[in-house]
DNA sequence: GCCAACGTTGGC
DNA sequence: GCCAACGTTGGC
C-alpha cells in the first residue's frame, strides 16, 4: 500500500464536507496538473492518504481518507458547463483522471503546516518542498506514520494496516 | 493583498 | 525548439 496527501481548499470541499458526504465518499475531480494526474493514475484502492487544507486558517492536515476506485476518466472535463471543461480532451483517449476516496477518520488533533514544517523527520516532504503545488504528492511510510503520530490517530502504521 | 514559484501558451 | 508573457497556486 502506498501513501498520498491530497489538498483541497476547505472553501469549496473541506474534511467536514467529506466526513458528512454521502458514504463518506467522493469523486476526487477537477485535477488538471500532468504531474498531479500521474500519481492520481498510481493509486490504487486500498492505499491512503492525508488529506490537507490549504488556502486555510490554518492550513494542515485534518483526516485520513482511502482510495475506493482506481482512475477513471473525469467526466468534469467533458462538461461544458463545468469549471473543468476542457474542449481539447477526447472521449477516445481522456486526458484527465479521477479517483474516488472516504474518509476513514479525523486526526484527533489536526496537524498544521507550522507543525509540519518544524519536525525534521519531515523535511523531505514533497509538501514541504520549495515551490511545492502539486495538489496530489507522494508521501513515504515514514513521513506517514509521523504525521499520524502528531495527530493523535489510532490507525497504526504500515505494519498493522488493514 | 503581495509575490515567489511554477506550468502553460503562443509567437517566432 | 526557445523563451517571454501570462495565469495560477498558495503561503505569508
Do not use: C
Request: without cysteine.
Amino acid at each position: 500500500m502506498r501513501y498520498w496527501l491530497l489538498k483541497s481548499e476547505p472553501t469549496s470541499f473541506s474534511w467536514d464536507d467529506l466526513w458528512h458526504a454521502k458514504g463518506r465518499t467522493t469523486r476526487w475531480d477537477g485535477v488538471r496538473n500532468y504531474q498531479a494526474r500521474n500519481f492520481m493514475r498510481e493509486m490504487r484502492r486500498g492505499d491512503r492518504a492525508l488529506f490537507y487544507h490549504s488556502s486555510a486558517e490554518p492550513n494542515g492536515v485534518f483526516g485520513i481518507v482511502e482510495v475506493v476506485r482506481e482512475a477513471y476518466a473525469d467526466p468534469t472535463q467533458f462538461d461544458a458547463g463545468d469549471d473543468h471543461y476542457d474542449a481539447k480532451s477526447r472521449r477516445e483517449e481522456p486526458a484527465w483522471s479521477a479517483v474516488d476516496i472516504r474518509a476513514v477518520e479525523p486526526l484527533r488533533r489536526p496537524v498544521t503546516l507550522a507543525e509540519l514544517r518544524a519536525d525534521a523527520a519531515l523535511a523531505g516532504m514533497v509538501l514541504l518542498r520549495k515551490g511545492s503545488r502539486l495538489s496530489i504528492t507522494p508521501v513515504d511510510d515514514a513521513e506517514w506514520n509521523t504525521v499520524l503520530r502528531m495527530g493523535g490517530s489510532s490507525s497504526k502504521g504500515p505494519s498493522a494496516a488493514r
